[in-house]
């Protein structure tokens, strides 16, 4: 791919990858629908179908398949229509809709698409697994493509927020903020492993995930993830802006059970997105307004488990007010406070988990500090978050439902009361009062954190670039 001149960086070269990748597994799982369903008939028309132009290594190439796939299959897919309601087609349109060809030369296309036929046969669970991990690195080198590092959240963190927040067969799991859909992956598996005996109760489940992702790339990617994970028709991964409707306009039967998300931080919204959330919580912050919504969106005993910034738990003006309806309408029971270096090297800013129960309000909260493991003075890329080193996190937790009584202080872990945190003008940036702030003196880690920093600068500079370039655009037009 790297040889074709009409794929420019990393980040295209997955894009192109991805549509093709979705159309073989698409075209994996047809052959098992085939064989289960009696009159099984394809949403997708016969010459579009993988197995009808890409399956034969000696089929067409060249300017013919370049003509093809420009000229005819995409704009056919992009405009597919649902024949009787077919939501397996609605699904394909959504993915097209977005995807582009950008390869130029035929002869490549055809021999990235030969290899991806030589690859995996997604019908075979040892081939599907191994496959998984290596979308998993997929989206890692998205990531390190400098494409949003809201993309990505390590599997250590998903697995544990949703070992905790515990979602079972019969509840409906949200991520309002999808990304590339880890969170909704690991919330299948979860419950596959802990529910699911019968046909149906997986069809309970599958129809039980629901996600809501704002850019395409990422949309395209979390609806191949949830074919991966055996959704066979993940029509309720939207491609939206979950913040464009009215917050009231969220009613009670889109209420669900459980939210497990990473919503996107250090962002603005575009104007009058905030217009849509009532004039106390109004900011154009994205994560403070992905939280008001998320109180919005989980029923009475709803669950919900997110990372959000230091700058939430100490942040002032509407900051507080959201906290304060955040105190008042649900229990947050738990904050587990995050080495600085869990995401690097895509950021440095600290993050917390925030781990919350709707309906009741909270009295204390329990905070924890997730120590780097011995000898390891940061995470990086080599050296990354493994999740065995949440096990005393998990041995610590307890059950919620006899209110956590097995927990107890320890060197890492303290209880706050509402009354101390109201006293705090509603700040919950509690420091560990067993250990003593003490300053860094080690040069690599100071290396490393000021490294950190200039990356942020550099990609915030970039941003601006490209905002005061599209506004300069916008004016010369005018």
């Known amino acids: 791919m790297r040889k074709d001149v009409g794929v420019d960086g990393d980040a295209q070269r997955l894009s192109q990858l991805v549509w093709m990748l979705f159309l073989k597994i698409f075209d994996d799982r047809e052959t098992e629908w085939e064989l289960l369903q009696d009159n099984y008939k394809s949403p997708l028309p016969e010459q579009y179908r993988w197995r009808n132009w890409a399956a034969n290594a000696e089929g067409m190439t060249g300017e013919e398949l370049k003509q093809f796939l420009d000229n005819d299959m995409f704009p056919a897919l992009q405009n597919l229509e649902a024949k009787g309601g077919d939501q397996r087609a609605y699904v394909i349109r959504s993915v097209f809709e977005d995807a582009y060809n950008y390869m130029k030369s035929g002869q490549l296309i055809r021999q990235v698409i030969n290899k991806i036929q030589e690859g995996v046969d997604f019908n075979k669970a040892q081939e599907r697994h191994l496959f998984g991990d290596m979308y998993e690195q997929l989206l890692r080198d998205l990531q390190a493509a400098g494409n ?19 979602p079972r067969l019969g509840e409906k799991v949200m991520d309002p903020a999808c990304g590339t859909g880890g969170f909704l992956s690991c919330s299948i598996e979860h419950i596959r492993k802990q529910d699911v005996k019968t046909v149906d109760d997986e069809a309970q489940l599958q129809a039980s995930i629901f996600g809501i992702e704002k ?23 939207r491609h939206d802006n979950t913040l464009a409707r009215p917050l009231i306009s969220w009613g009670p039967k889109e209420r669900v059970d459980v939210v497990v998300t990473n919503p996107p931080f250090g962002g603005m919204e575009e104007d009058g997105i905030e217009t849509n959330f009532p004039a106390t919580f109004r900011t154009r912050e994205t994560a403070d307004l992905f939280l008001v919504l998320i109180m919005q969106l989980l029923k009475a005993g709803g669950r919900a488990a997110l990372v959000l910034p230091d700058g939430f738990l100490f942040g002032e003006g509407i900051k507080t007010r959201i906290k304060e309806k955040l105190l008042e309408e649900c229990n947050l029971h738990t904050i587990v406070r995050l080495p600085n270096s869990v995401f690097a090297p895509y ?22 500090d997730h120590q780097l493991p011995s000898g390891v003075k940061a995470y990086n890329k080599t050296k990354p978050l493994k999740v065995e080193e949440f096990e005393p996190l998990e ?17 890492y872990a ?3 009361s509402l009354e101390e945190i109201k006293a705090r003008n509603y700040n919950l940036d509690c420091k560990n009062p067993h250990i003593d702030e003490q300053e860094i003196h080690d040069p690599d880690v100071l290396l490393a954190q000021y490294n950190a920093m200039q990356n942020d600068i550099s990609g915030l500079l970039g941003q601006l670039r490209d905002i005061l370039g599209e506004a300069l655009q916008r004016g010369a037009k005018a």
């Open 148 to 166: 949003a590092g809201e993309f990505y959240t390590p599997r250590a963190v998903t697995e544990f927020m949703v070992r905790m927040v515990n």
């Open 215 to 237: 850019k395409p790339m990422p949309h395209l990617l979390c609806t191949t993830n949830m074919i991966l994970h055996g959704i066979d028709v993940p029509s309720n991964i």
């Open 347 to 368: 950021t440095s800013i600290k993050t917390n988990l925030l781990f919350f129960t709707k309906g009741s309000p909270t009295q204390h909260i329990w905070f924890y």
């Open 395 to 411: 041995k610590w937790w307890g059950k919620e439902k006899d209110g956590f009584k097995q927990r107890v202080e320890n060197e």
């Open 414 to 416: 303290w209880k706050v």
